[in-house]
Nanobody, 121 residues
Framework: QVQLVESGGGLVQAGGSLRLSCAAS????????MGWFRQAPGKEREFVAS????????YYADSLKGRFTISRDNAKNTVYLQMNSLKPEDTAVYYC??????????????WGQGTQVTVSS
């Protein structure tokens, strides 16, 4: 069982940056691949990025490559999402999830409550 708590969301101007954090409980965090998803108003939840638990390999939605970076610190049981050059269309609730590196949310059994990111133009 893994419990996830996101933080770091907020209001930022277009072109700015934010770093989201996801703190996980449980001593087996290092054995879980982790992912970030987001859901904009009126839209379905979509894959943002993921990171493998063993290889540390990272995967990104094609549209976000180069602006977003996922990383993890197993010693702190935390996964991060660094978001740069933010755009108004990045406005969404961002969710942390554990259990896979896949882009399908159904492959992730554990989810956080989400953190709101709002990018103003």
């Amino acid at each position: 069982q893994v419990q996830l708590v996101e933080s770091g969301g907020g209001l930022v101007q277009a072109g700015g940056s934010l770093r989201l954090s996801c703190a996980a409980s449980g001593r087996t965090f290092s054995r879980y691949s982790m992912g970030w998803f987001r859901q904009a108003p009126g839209k379905e939840r979509e894959f943002v990025a993921s990171i493998g638990w063993l290889s540390g390999n990272t995967y990104y939605a094609d549209s976000l490559k180069g602006r977003f970076t996922i990383s993890r610190d197993n010693a702190k049981n935390t996964v991060y999402l660094q978001m740069n050059s933010l755009k108004p269309e990045d406005t969404a609730v961002y969710y942390c999830a554990a259990g896979s590196t896949h882009s399908s949310e159904s492959d992730y059994p554990y989810w956080g409550q989400g953190t709101q990111v709002t990018v103003s133009s």
